[in-house]
C-alpha cells in the first residue's frame, strides 16, 4: 500500500501524484500549497531534440550507497555513534538515580528538606542548594522510585537522540530548562494557595525531576505531532499520531492532579508543576527548530 510523504499516512485508495514535484500524496495533501511543494519538476528545461527520441522531463538520479567509512548520522541513534558514548544522557540517567534514592533514604531518617524542593525551606531555612538537587529527585516512596525506574529507560534513549542532534550542552540545558519551568509554575501555585495554607505552617517538599523528564519526552514528540509513529505503551506497540502521545503524558499528570486537589488543594502542587517542562520544551522547539 502507498503512503503519503507529506503525513507518513497509509492511502487506502488511488493516491494522488503532484505534477509539479512527482510526489506522492493523500487527498488531503494532494494540493502544492498543502505539502509544501518544492515545484521541482516544473523548473527542470525541456529541451526538445531533432531526433525522434522522446523528451525527459524526469531527472536521472542515481542512488549509491556510502561505505561504512563514509556514513554520517542522519537520524536516529545507532551502532556507529555508540564511541561518543552520549555522556550528557549518561549524566542525567545516574544522578536522576542517585539523588531519588538518597530522596528516598531521606524520608526515613528525616533530613528530606535538605534534598527536595520547597517554598518553605526556601523562605524560612534557606536551602537554596534544594533548586539543585531537586533537579534530579522523582516521585516520593518505592512504588514512585519504580515507577521512575520504568520511564528512565525511555528517557535514556529519547536523550540520546536529542544529544546526537543537538550536542550534549544542549541536552543538559533543556533538561535545566524544564526543571526550572516546573519550580516557577510550583511557586506560583503555591503563592496562589498561601491564604488559606500558610507556607510557614504547610510545608510540601517536591521533586522536581518530572518537569525535565517530561520536558525531553515530550520534546522528541514535537516534530512529529501530526505524524504516526510507533511507540509502547505499557510495553505493547501502538501506532498512533505524536499529539496522541502527548496528550497521553499530560493526562497522565493532569488526572491525578485534579483527583488528589479535591481530597487537599495542596496535592496538585505533586502533579500539576510538572507540566511546566512541557510547556519549556515546547518554547525551546517552537523558537528554535519549528522552521528548520
Not at 530522596?103 to 528525616?110: W, Y
Request: net charge positive; hydrophobic share 45%.
Amino acid at each position: 500500500m502507498p503512503f503519503c510523504e507529506f503525513c507518513g499516512e497509509e492511502i487506502g485508495y488511488l493516491p494522488f501524484k503532484c505534477k509539479y514535484c512527482g510526489g506522492t500524496f493523500c487527498k488531503k495533501h494532494r494540493l502544492p500549497e498543502n505539502h509544501d511543494c518544492s515545484f521541482e519538476l516544473k523548473h527542470v528545461p525541456v529541451v526538445p531534440t531533432s531526433s525522434g527520441e522522446p523528451r525527459k522531463r524526469y531527472r536521472e538520479v542515481r542512488v549509491t550507497t556510502p561505505k561504512r567509512s563514509e556514513y554520517k548520522y542522519s537520524g536516529f541513534p545507532n551502532t556507529y555513534l555508540s564511541k561518543m558514548g552520549y555522556k550528557g544522557t549518561k549524566f542525567l540517567v545516574w544522578m536522576i538515580l542517585i539523588f531519588s534514592v538518597v530522596a528516598l533514604i531521606s524520608t526515613f531518617l528525616g533530613f528530606f528538606p535538605y534534598i527536595y524542593f520547597s517554598l518553605q525551606g526556601l523562605v524560612y531555612y534557606y536551602t537554596y542548594h534544594t533548586l539543585f538537587t531537586a533537579m534530579f529527585v522523582g516521585s516520593e516512596g518505592i512504588f514512585g522510585l519504580l515507577l521512575l525506574f520504568i520511564i528512565l529507560y525511555f528517557l535514556y534513549y529519547m536523550a540520546r537522540y536529542i544529544e546526537v542532534q543537538y550536542g550534549t550542552k544542549f541536552l543538559i540545558n533543556l533538561y535545566i530548562l524544564c526543571c526550572l519551568s516546573s519550580a516557577m509554575i510550583y511557586i506560583w501555585l503555591r503563592l496562589l494557595l498561601n491564604l488559606y495554607y500558610p507556607i510557614e505552617t504547610y510545608g510540601v517538599y517536591v521533586g522536581l525531576a518530572w518537569g525535565g523528564i517530561l520536558g525531553i519526552l515530550s520534546f522528541t514528540l514535537f516534530p512529529y505531532y501530526n505524524r504516526k509513529i510507533t511507540g509502547l505503551m505499557y510495553f505493547i506497540p501502538m501506532r498512533v499520531k505524536g499529539k496522541t502521545f502527548l496528550l497521553i503524558i499530560i493526562l497522565a499528570r493532569v488526572i491525578p492532579g485534579l483527583f488528589y486537589t479535591f481530597l487537599n488543594p495542596l496535592n496538585m502542587l505533586y502533579y500539576i508543576p510538572d507540566l511546566g517542562g512541557i510547556l519549556a520544551a515546547y518554547i525551546v522547539y517552537y523558537h528554535k527548530f519549528r522552521y528548520r
